[in-house]
């Protein structure tokens, strides 16, 4: 005989759902501004214009679950609670140095740690797919392009010279006789790969029942955009080579790109149909009887009080992070940094009458900057630099948008790029280093190359790494220490050999202390008292 409770089933969830509901409002009003990051960068990217179209899957792969769900007694769960509390923290940490990533990372990890830690292990169980594939709002993925450019010119090069065409390369740039090419963002691949994984992991997910075959395809997805992308590529630099470059380049390029994806991505599909596993059927007997057996509905008291405490835990830990940041925003008040360009720094070097090169880092919106160049005996050497204070999502040191040159730049184009270890201001120190080639230059002229250093000072520390430069900024935020941050960039005429690292060298030798004495002065203007 049936207990009278199951007679309506439904009857549980119903404080359990009020409180879960109130609660993913809560988190979606505290965090709107980086909610609604996410949606700018859905309609401003067609590389994640997907993410309108994986909330309403995730709702309806739910309602697909309703059957399994209903008789799950929801119950908090303590563990959950704390990951939301390590979710939180995770976001303080990136927007005290603007990460979207990482803010957006979190604020979604918050929004699905809230299934566990209100309404259990055992609904997070039934429903986790959808909660995992939650993940895909994120527009994230971006970071793999550089490496995904340089595969496709790797392999585009490889391939046109086993066709016999003769190439010279330099650095994503590269020379066939009858034209220039280059490895751009838009052929990195990026998007065929993002496109192909969301929706190849929900076919996965749709069409098998067993983990490894899951697993295989979610594989194949992602290894056949990379390779579908190496040939396209190929295929676009073969016909613009053959047609005398009339047809496959400027609209035809993107044109010819996506049709080609398209067809390889359609056969992906019907290849991997073959082997679909339908779903095991469950009649509504099978439903009864296992809601008899497993529901804790009969054999235990209801949880809502313990749910309502954690409601109210949970409601405090998520606005915890933005109490966090205010309070941190409050200390941090400071004024317009006053950053001197000095006539002379040591002995021997003073202001050139001639620049080292009419060149400008692209890094944007900086507090405060100068672009001076500095003679010797020697030659000439560049110095850049570039301070941040108070940065927000506008204006920060690390950021995708902040290069020596971007891709578009119609004088200079990065031929290499890579780090040596040298010393600055006493202390060995790993610094990035690139060559710069002048746009439309052949040979090897001096006007024609640059050799580039780089380094950020994140508050007295040096470091070259975009992600440790994020990490120190960070730290020293919730130090209490302030944001203030800097990037040093030094260039010069790369001549023969080593020669401009050479001259480089000595430049650091002679200036790094007056260059730290600089920042460290500018550091103290316009701080707080």
Known sequence: MTPAVQLNPERHWQRPAMLFLLLLGWTLFLFRDTASGIVRIWMQSETF???????????????RKRATLLPLQPRPNAWAILLLALAGFAWLLGDLVAVNALTQLAFVSMLVLLVPAILGLAVTRAITFPLVFMFFTVPIGEFAMPQLMNWTADFTILALRLSGIPVYREGLQFVIPSGNWSVVEACSGVRYLIASLTVGTLFAYLNYQSTKRRVLFILVSILVPVIANWLRAYMIVMLGHYSGNTIATGVDHLIYGWLFFGVVIM???????????????VSAADI????????????????APRIEVAALLVAMLVAAPLLGRWALDAANVAGAPQLAT???????WSAASEPAAVFKPAFNNPSAEFNTSYSAAGGSVGLYLGYYRQQDYSRKLVSSQNVLVTSKDPRWAQVSGGTRETSFNGAPLKLRVAELRQSGATGMADAARLTVWQVYWVNGTLTASDTLAK?????????GRGDDSAVIVLYTPKGQGEEGHARLQAFV???????????EQTRQSGQAN
């Open 267 to 281: 056969l992906m599909f019907l290849i991997g149909a073959r082997w679909a596993e339908p779903e095991p059927s």
């Open 49 to 63: 214009t997907h993410g309108f179209l994986v909330v309403p899957i995730v709702l309806w792969l739910v309602w």
């Open 288 to 303: 009864d009887s296992v809601t008899l057996q497993k529901s804790p509905l009969h054999t235990q008291p209801s949880a």
């Open 509 to 519: 030798q002679a200036n790094a202390a007056a260059i730290i004495t600089l920042l």
């Open 342 to 348: 000095p006539a002379s720094l040591s002995p021997g």
């Open 471 to 479: 990490a120190y900024g960070a730290l020293y935020r919730l130090l």
